[in-house]
Each structure stands twice: as C-alpha cells, then as structure tokens.
C-alpha cells in the first residue's frame, strides 16, 4: 500500500485495518509463493462462516487481498492469482427501507435545532454526511435554490480532519432543492451560520467544526 499514493486517507485507514484484522492474522506469515487456491478458500470460509466481521467485511477484505496478490503478480512474484473465488468480492448488503418524508421530518423535529437541516439536506438533497460537513456559506444559492457540492469533511480514527474533494468527478455537482428546503436553508443561514463565506454551514454549539464521531454517537442514541 505503500506504494499507493493516490490512496484517500480514509481508504488507507480502511486498508490498514483491514490487513490488521482479517488477512495477516491468518496469512501474513505465508510465503507467497506458498499462497494456494485452497489456503485463500479456507481463509475465505472462515472468515464468512463466523458472525464476524460479516459478510461485507469479509468482501472488502478479500478485494484487498485481491488486489495486493495482483499487484505481486504484476511484479512477477507470483505466476499465477491464488484468489479465484468468483463473487468473493462482491458486496451483497440488504436493502435499506426509505423514510416518509413524515418520518424525515418527525426526526427533523426530534433532533438538535441546529442540526435539523443536516437531516433535511440529507434525505431531499441526497448529500452524504460529509458533504454537509463541508458545506460552507459559499456554497449556498438561495436565489436559485441549489447548493454546490466540491467539497467533503473525513475524520480520521486519530480525530484528524481533512477537508478534500469528493472520491469522483461526479461527486462535485449543483443540488437543485425544493422551496421547502430552500426556506429551512434560509433560517439556517440567518440563526446558525457565520457571515463569511468561507463559514461552514454546521457546526457545534461552539462553532467549531462538527465532528463526524460526535455526530454518529448522537444519531445512533
């Protein structure tokens, strides 16, 4: 991974404890050019087969094995993938149920004042947590009821915050909104946000940045 550059900090985090858990614990003392179709399978089984870390763990972790082995065999260290487990790597988590917009605003109403349109923007405006978390004054039209979206906040395990763009090109977008979003945006703006337009647009009671662990603990109380 080292020789990963453009890894993400938080894709690099996942890596590394991924690796940490779930492959060298079993496989790291293997030489490569012991690693067989059948070592990767028992592996595999017995990571899938316990109620941890779970089935979509146990895929990411065997994306990244995956990928590590290609790399060794890009490098000519191996002659041939032990990973051969077609569909190993393929996520298949369940399908979520979809709030009512009624729901969406009972929890818009339970929750923190200042944390209500995070709620709203999320569920009508499709925007990511930390896409909110990189919000800021600027990013905000009124006028032509839409945010721009070219920014993400990512805490790391350390508490460290990095303020990058989105993981693709797509990420960055203009989010048309309806007038009722565009209302709550408003008495956001007017109550909670800083006049600057380099000012973020959610912040906590001291107007420093929200953390992203704080607000996972909150939202899971």
């Given at each position: 991974?080292k020789n990963?550059?453009?890894?993400r ?6 890596y ?16 490569l050019?012991?690693?067989s179709?059948s070592g990767i ?8 087969s316990?109620?941890?870390p779970g089935?979509s ?11 590590i082995l290609s ?10 993938n032990p990973?051969?487990i077609?569909g190993?790597g ?12 009624e729901?969406?605003y009972?929890?818009a109403d339970?929750i ?7 709620v ?11 896409e ?7 990013d905000?039209?009124?006028e032509h009821a839409?945010?721009?979206?070219d920014q ?12 990058g ?12 909104l309806p007038?009722?979003v ?6 956001h703006?007017d109550?909670?946000t ?19 662990r ?5 939202w899971?109380a």
């Open positions: 991974m990963r550059g453009q890894l900090p938080r894709t690099r985090e996942l590394e404890l991924l690796l940490r858990r779930h492959v060298l614990p079993t496989l790291g003392e293997v030489a050019s012991d690693l179709p399978r028992s592996w595999h089984a017995e990571l899938y316990g109620k941890r089935a763990t146990t895929a990411k972790a065997y994306r990244l094995l995956r990928t790399t060794a065999l890009e490098d000519g260290l191996l002659v041939q990973c051969l077609e190993a393929v996520e298949r988590a369940p399908e979520r149920p979809i709030a009512t917009i729901q969406v009972a929890l339970a923190e004042p200042r944390h209500r349109l995070m709203i923007l999320a569920t009508l405006g499709g925007l990511r947590l930390g909110l978390l990189g919000l800021r004054r600027g905000v039209d009124v839409s945010v721009r979206v993400q906040a990512l805490e790391l395990k350390s508490g460290q915050r990095l303020t763009p989105p993981k693709t090109d797509a990420g960055r977008r203009i989010v048309a007038q009722q565009v209302d709550e945006l408003e008495a703006l109550r909670w800083a006049t600057e337009a380099g000012a973020l647009l959610f912040t906590d009671a001291d107007g420093e940045p929200l953390s992203r704080v607000w996972n603990m909150r899971q």
